[in-house]
């Protein structure tokens, strides 16, 4: 979806891999995913996380605005690589990396970045690194918060493993409340009430509209679909 100089946070293992699978885990929208290498097999967990806490009805009412990511080797011994190249204000601003107590963070434009977690963070040029050796059992995670404001103090930082169980125990606190649908296609429903909960914003309980905009028609694709388009043209039409 992005070209190369759109930034990205990549966390993969340092030589050739395969996916060997994907999901969300049950009950939320916790992505999962496993590479497999010729010498092991690497899970990666990627969460939104929610405010320490939050449960049922409160989660997404306050967000720390921090992602979190949890490698884990469960089988063989992995080499796992981590690249985070920022880019903000949708790309116009490619800010300088500074070292901070337990990670580096951004400088340059209106907010900053904090990249925390497991184990040092060189920098690189424009990105912050790592490279270490997981075997089986092993686990490294990592936390980007975003903060506003130019010159914004850390925030306090969080852990990611903890911070990961949690976020999954508050998705699925959520999820058990709203399972009185028994019918046809009761997973499919179910399943649907969390990407509708995952799109609202709880402050006013406004829906994001239009989540696949710019999506590609076919995977590898060069037509790429933008429904805003398709709004000013039916706007054009209503208003002749």
Same mark, same amino acid.
């Given at each position: 979806?992005?070209?190369?100089?759109?930034?990205?946070?990549?966390?993969?293992?340092?030589?050739?891999?395969?996916?060997?699978?994907?999901?969300?885990?049950?009950?939320?929208?916790?992505?999962?995913?496993?590479?497999?290498?010729?010498?092991?097999?690497?899970?990666?967990?990627?969460?939104?996380?929610?405010?320490?806490?939050?449960?049922?009805?409160?989660?997404?009412?306050?967000?720390?605005?921090?992602?979190?990511?949890?490698?884990?080797?469960?089988?063989? +011994?992995?080499?796992?690589?981590? @690249?985070?190249?920022? =880019?903000?204000?949708?790309? *116009? !601003?490619?800010? %300088?990396?500074? &070292? #901070?107590?337990?990670?580096?963070? +951004?400088?340059?434009?209106?907010? @900053?970045?904090?990249? =925390?977690?497991?184990?040092? *963070? !060189?920098?690189? %040029?424009?990105? &912050? #690194?790592?490279?270490?050796?997981?075997?089986?059992?092993?686990?490294?995670?990592?936390?980007?918060?975003?903060?506003?404001?130019?010159?914004?103090?850390?925030?306090? &930082?969080?852990?990611?493993?903890?911070?990961?169980?949690?976020?999954?125990?508050?998705?699925?606190?959520?999820?058990?409340?709203?399972?009185?649908?028994?019918?046809?296609?009761?997973?499919?429903?179910?399943?649907?009430?969390?990407?509708?909960?995952?799109?609202?914003?709880?402050?006013?309980?406004?829906?994001?509209?239009?989540?696949?905009?710019?999506?590609?028609?076919?995977?590898?694709?060069?037509?790429?679909?933008?429904?805003?388009?398709?709004?000013?043209?039916?706007?054009?039409?209503?208003?002749?």
């Amino acid at each position: 979806l992005l070209d190369p100089d759109a930034g990205h946070w990549s966390l993969r293992p340092a030589g050739s891999f395969e996916r060997a699978g994907w999901r969300y885990l049950p009950g939320t929208l916790v992505a999962e995913t496993e590479l497999r290498t010729e010498t092991g097999l690497l899970r990666i967990t990627d969460a939104l996380a929610f405010a320490p806490g939050a449960r049922g009805h409160q989660i997404g009412r306050e967000s720390p605005h921090a992602l979190v990511r949890v490698a884990e080797a469960v089988g063989g +011994t992995i080499e796992l690589e981590l @690249r985070c190249r920022p =880019r903000l204000e949708y790309g *116009l !601003a490619v800010p %300088g990396l500074v &070292a #901070v107590p337990g990670g580096v963070a +951004t400088l340059g434009g209106a907010e @900053r970045l904090f990249l =925390r977690g497991d184990g040092p *963070l !060189a920098i690189e %040029g424009g990105e &912050a #690194v790592a490279a270490r050796t997981l075997r089986e059992g092993d686990r490294a995670g990592w936390v980007l918060h975003r903060v506003p404001g130019a010159f914004a103090e850390p925030p306090p &930082a969080l852990d990611p493993h903890a911070t990961l169980a949690d976020t999954i125990a508050a998705w699925r606190s959520w999820a058990e409340q709203h399972r009185g649908y028994r019918g046809w296609h009761e997973a499919a429903v179910h399943r649907a009430s969390l990407v509708v909960q995952g799109l609202t914003y709880q402050p006013t309980g406004g829906i994001v509209a239009a989540a696949t905009t710019s999506l590609p028609e076919e995977e590898g694709g060069t037509s790429n679909w933008d429904y805003r388009f398709v709004w000013l043209r039916d706007a054009a039409f209503t208003l002749a």
